[in-house]
Nanobody, 118 residues
């Protein structure tokens, strides 16, 4: 089992920044992908950014150049640095982990709310 705990959400004005953290505990996959997802009210959940255990990253077009995903293997933590935030970034942000090569994310955190005011 893997436990994921997100933190760092909050209320910020448009143009501001936040850094989200996702701390993993338990038996993590040796070769894995950690993804930050978000879900806004009335919208489908979307993958925002992901990082492999080897450090390769991917971003949704909507956040490229504004969000940065990074990992600290010593702390078992993955971060999502968000800059130039827009009201449309408002959502609950979730981190999740899957096996490298797996189709679906196996474990999810409880989510953290990010609200961007205009």
């Amino acid at each position: 089992q893997v436990q994921l705990v997100e933190s760092g959400g909050g209320l910020v004005q448009a143009g501001g920044s936040l850094r989200l953290s996702c701390v993993a505990s338990g038996r993590t996959f040796s070769s894995r992908v950690v993804g930050w997802h978000r879900q806004a009210p009335g919208k489908q959940r979307e993958l925002v950014a992901s990082i492999t255990s080897g450090g390769s990253t991917n971003y949704a077009d909507s956040v490229k150049g504004r969000f940065t995903i990074s990992g600290d293997t010593v702390k078992n933590t993955v971060y999502l640095q968000m800059k130039s935030l827009k009201p449309e970034d408002t959502a609950v942000y979730y981190c999740a982990v899957r096996r490298f090569g797996g189709l679906f994310y196996d474990y999810w955190g409880q989510g953290t709310q990010v609200t961007v005011s205009s």
